[in-house]
């Protein structure tokens, strides 16, 4: 396929959740929107509805019994001319259901994380476009996971061109201080849905969330920091460049808005209707 050779696709990273009334899908409408929205910059016509990828997605899980799963909906290229012009190539989409725990484990949801700043850098946004979620573009994440696991670290922190932190290799990152949360602009990171969510659940707890470029020796002194994505959900950070965040351990206002995700997400409080799609 083109999408092999090139790396010109898009996707999705989406979780069901088991709930009292069966498999939910959190935030199916909003992913598979984005999911068209990444092919539009990359001037890929979808096939398909909005709609149509809804509906296949809840019935990939449907089909294959699983209440509790990752979901990936990918737009790929097929056979086409071989070249860097994607124009002739198909476009095709697969959905994908598989079981998938905690990310990075039971112990980093509860305990936190151990980060380092990685020596790749983000991509410049005139380079890669940072709102796009594009197959080829996730070396770069790869590189840096790479270059943290082999350091012994969970997780890395990607800087943007400019030297100020951007996010991690598939997670925005928040971090606390005097009560007040901040997080990077979206001027080099993902608008990531569960981003969205915790800015959301925030707001509902009358925390104040900034957006501003933040420096990595912000990160080093604050009182908590967490990265948030469907993968990681929302996962404290304990440590970055053998530097203690906070007390070294879970924060209070990242214990609350775990709290308020988990109970959201699994269907225990109904504040939200709207972001659970039964299937």
Request: charged share 20%; hydrophobic share 40%.
């Amino acid at each position: 396929t083109h999408t092999l050779h090139y790396g010109s696709g898009v996707f999705e990273g989406i979780r069901c959740y088991a709930t009292s009334q069966g498999g939910a899908v959190f935030r199916l409408t909003d992913h598979i929107v984005r999911l068209f929205n990444s092919a539009k910059i990359f001037m890929i016509d979808v096939p398909f509805t909005v709609e149509d990828l809804v509906e296949a997605t809840k019935e990939t899980v449907r089909v294959n019994n699983v209440d509790e799963c990752y979901i990936r909906p990918l737009v790929y290229l097929g056979y086409g001319e071989m070249g860097l012009n994607p124009l002739p190539a198909p476009v095709n989409v697969s959905i994908a259901v598989w079981p998938w725990g905690t990310y990075l484990g039971d112990d980093g949801i509860a305990n936190g994380v151990r980060l380092k700043i990685s020596s790749w850098q983000r991509h410049d946004p005139n380079a890669m476009p940072p709102a796009a979620k594009g197959t080829g573009m996730y070396i770069n994440s790869s590189m840096a996971k790479v270059e943290a696991v082999k350091a012994g670290y969970d997780e890395a922190i990607l800087l943007s061109p400019q030297g100020y932190v951007s996010e991690c290799t598939g997670e925005n990152i928040f971090i606390v201080r005097d009560g007040v949360m901040y997080t990077p602009d979206l001027t080099s990171a993902l608008d990531g849905i569960t981003r969205a969510t915790v800015m959301q659940l925030a707001s509902e707890l009358g925390i104040k969330v900034v957006e501003k470029r933040i420096t990595r020796d912000e990160v080093y002194i604050a009182d908590e920091a967490f990265f948030t994505g469907t993968a990681a959900e929302v996962t404290p950070i304990r440590e970055l460049d053998g530097r203690r965040i906070g007390n070294g351990a879970r924060g209070p206002l990242t214990t609350r808005l775990q709290t308020l995700y988990f109970d959201q997400v699994h269907g225990r409080r109904k504040q939200y209707p709207e972001w659970l799609t039964l299937v």
